[in-house]
C-alpha cells in the first residue's frame, strides 16, 4: 500500500523568511483606482501573493505588542 504524502507548496529559495514569517507581495487596487504592490509577512500561504525577498532599502521590525514582522525604512 502506497503511504499518502501531504500536498506541499515549495516557497522559492531566494523568498525572505523571518522565523515562521514569508515575506510576500500582491498588487491591490485603491479606492481612486491606483495600483499598488503591498509587502506583508504571513505563516500560511496567501492566495493571489507571491514570496519575495526584502526591498531594497527595508529592514525587518517586530512589533513590541504582537512579535509579529514588519517593514520600515532604513
Do not use: C
Not at 503511504?3 to 481612486?32: I, M, N, Q, S
Amino acid at each position: 500500500m502506497e503511504e499518502e504524502l501531504p500536498e506541499w507548496k515549495a516557497v522559492p529559495e531566494e523568498a525572505y523568511t523571518h522565523g515562521d514569517y514569508t515575506l510576500y507581495t500582491k498588487e491591490v487596487v485603491l479606492r481612486g483606482g491606483r495600483k499598488q504592490w503591498i509587502f506583508f509577512f504571513s505563516k500560511k500561504v496567501p492566495e493571489n501573493s507571491i514570496p519575495t525577498t526584502l526591498p531594497d532599502g527595508y529592514i525587518v521590525g517586530i512589533n513590541k505588542k504582537t512579535g509579529l514582522p514588519f517593514l520600515k525604512k532604513k
